[in-house]
């Protein structure tokens, strides 16, 4: 199910807020844009730590894509 909208969001080049969870089990949120997708695991621009990172499909807990308003923000 997530890997779908993932994949959704970086065919239209949005930009996403993330609730991510890392291995130690600490939660963090993320504002990110995709760059690739590979099978369990993707490449995105993290905006929080200003670097290109590698995420675990499975230990993203949800994504909302950020409206225009927002963007106009960052």
């Known amino acids: 199910m997530m890997k779908e909208q993932l994949i959704k969001a970086m065919q239209r080049n949005q930009f ?38 590698t995420f675990m499909i499975d230990r993203v807990l949800a994504v909302v894509p950020v409206s225009s308003k927002e963007r106009e923000v960052v």
Do not use: E, P, W
């Open 16 to 53: 996403l807020n993330m609730m991510y969870m890392a291995k130690d089990g600490t939660m963090s949120q993320r504002r990110i844009k995709i760059i690739k997708i590979v099978t369990n695991s993707f490449q995105a621009y993290c905006f929080k730590r200003q670097a290109k990172r």
